[in-house]
């Protein structure tokens, strides 16, 4: 999502560390930059005027200070930083429970924005915390909103209280009523309300928002933002906060590529912080916002702890210490082992979106890898791979062709495809006994345990092509990297 506006700050702060010393001008240049950067990505003008404002108050003035310090460049990236975080919120904000129970959480915003989604999310994650969240079905105004909400309660095991059918028929003030009582009733300590939207704000959204609010008095409500519409965010958002009000933000689709000013300027316009953001379809497409981790990758410096926390949920923990054990103990790298990191990327979701959490994988020819990466292919390899018995996974040196053909035709492939495996996974294995050698970590698998890049990943979709024998690198490194 903010790709651009990383690439513009990465140029501005290359130009400005070739300097050393800093002169006035120089810092009227990289603001004037970062400005027409931010303008450029959709940050809302105030916004982005205010914030080069608060960065020139804290730079201008002090400029020999800096430049008598080690790093005067890496000083102004320092004070951006502080300031793009505090844009963003400052602070993390969590959700304020309910001194008695249930925590009211209620959900409003435009259709569309991701609400019925956001609703399973949500509840998914409070339930995973020992919670025993309920959602209520009071968007009775959008085609099938409650069968989605249904069907999404059901995929994340929490229940749903809808009594109507919805699609206009129904009144929602009763619902949500109707649904707090039931909560109450079952002991559930979270009830999550879902509301309609409409595609524009409209007074009477507005009206049917404030009543169910009223009738519910929620301990929370959150304003769930499509974060794609732009300059229109803020609009929605002040109208929203003005109609009805909420505590907090939920940015959706974050994973889309637009340019991501709504996520800038919406706190700093409403007063209020972003606590969720969501990044895709899948229920686990969600997590907590972390103003300074967003700073940090959007200034190209990556987010490592959201990829660290994602492979930790990713990994049980008995599977990755065994293979670590294994790796350590000079054991060879089997396909069983291979499949089982096969299982565990498939699980981690879209690798292109977690790599790209790793400073300097967001840009350039790595970019280009990632956006390459063809989920597709974990699936097919996958197939392969459990088409071949224990032996095999074991010692893939007896593959002779005609187990290769049963394998082909046990998982739907072609043979080439098979002889393409086995080769990459073989080189996979070399390099990993390199590793273990001593030979650190090659280009391209910079990744704990258990996540090295499978063969195909990085792969331009449309079938592999074995390696071509003559033109092997002698350099593991460089072996793995075109692989
Ligand atoms: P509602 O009208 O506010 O309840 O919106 P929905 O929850 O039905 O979402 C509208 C569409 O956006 C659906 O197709 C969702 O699958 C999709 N969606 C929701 N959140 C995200 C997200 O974070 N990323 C992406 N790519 N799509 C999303």
Redesign the pocket.
């Known amino acids: 999502m903010f790709d651009s506006l990383s690439s513009k700050f990465s140029s501005a702060f290359a130009s400005l560390r070739k300097k050393g010393r800093i002169k006035s001008g120089d810092l009227t240049e990289i603001l004037d930059e970062i400005r027409l950067a931010l303008l450029d990505s959709d940050v809302a003008l105030e916004v982005a005027d205010s914030f080069i404002e608060r960065i020139n108050a804290r730079t201008a003035n002090s400029l020999d200070e800096i430049n008598r310090g080690i790093n005067p460049s890496q000083a102004v990236f320092d004070i951006v930083h502080e300031e793009l975080v505090a844009i963003l919120g400052g602070t993390a904000r969590r959700i304020r429970y309910a001194k008695v129970a249930p925590t009211v959480i209620l959900l409003t915003?435009?259709?569309?924005?991701?609400?019925?989604?956001?609703a399973g999310k949500l509840a998914k994650y409070l339930k995973d915390q020992g919670n025993t969240p309920i959602l209520v079905a009071s968007?009775l105004q959008?085609p099938n909103?409650v069968t989605?909400l249904q069907v999404v309660g059901e995929s994340v095991g929490v229940p749903v209280f809808a009594p109507e059918p919805g699609n206009g028929i129904g009144d929602p003030v009763k619902v949500a009523k109707s649904g707090l009582a039931f909560a109450k009733d079952k002991q559930h300590n979270i009830v999550i309300v879902?509301t309609a939207?409409r595609l524009g704000v409209d007074a009477e959204l507005m009206a049917q928002a404030r009543n169910i609010r009223d009738a519910v008095n929620p301990d929370e409500v959150l304003f769930?933002v499509d974060a794609m519409i732009g300059q229109d965010a803020v609009k929605t958002a002040q109208a929203f906060l003005d109609g009805v009000g909420f505590d907090a933000v939920v940015l959706?689709?974050?994973?889309?590529d637009a340019r991501g000013g709504a996520a800038l300027s919406i706190t700093e316009i409403t007063g209020r912080p972003i606590m969720f953001a969501?990044?895709?379809?899948k229920v686990g497409?969600f997590d907590l916002f972390y103003p300074d981790r967003m700073a940090s990758r959007i200034l190209g410096l990556g987010d490592v702890q959201t990829l660290a926390e994602q492979a930790k949920k990713a990994f049980d923990g008995e599977s990755a210490a065994k293979l670590e054990e294994k790796f350590a103990s000079g054991d060879s790298f089997t396909l069983d082992d291979f499949l089982s990191q096969l299982e565990a990327m498939k699980k981690m979701g879209s690798m292109t979106k977690l790599l790209g959490m790793l400073p300097g994988m967001n840009s350039g020819a790595m970019k280009k890898q990632l956006d390459n990466f063809d989920e597709s292919e974990l699936v097919r390899t996958q197939a392969i791979v459990q088409s071949m018995t224990p032996a095999e996974r074991t010692d893939p040196k007896i593959l002779n062709g005609s187990r290769r053909v049963r394998i082909a035709h046990g998982s739907g492939r072609q043979v080439s495809e098979v002889n393409s495996l086995v080769e990459r996974f073989t080189q996979a294995q070399k390099v990993m006994k390199q590793m273990r050698n001593g030979g650190g970590l090659p280009a391209g698998m910079a990744l704990p345990p258990g996540m090295a890049l499978p063969p195909g990943a990085g792969k331009a979709p449309g079938g592999q092509k074995p390696p071509k024998k003559k033109s092997r690198s002698g350099n593991p490194a460089k072996r793995a990297a075109s692989s």
Request: a negative charge; hydrophobic letters at 25%; charged letters at 30%.
């Open positions: 915003g435009l259709q569309g924005a991701g609400k019925t989604s956001l968007d959008r909103a989605q879902d939207g769930v959706t689709k974050l994973d889309g969501a990044t895709g379809e497409d």
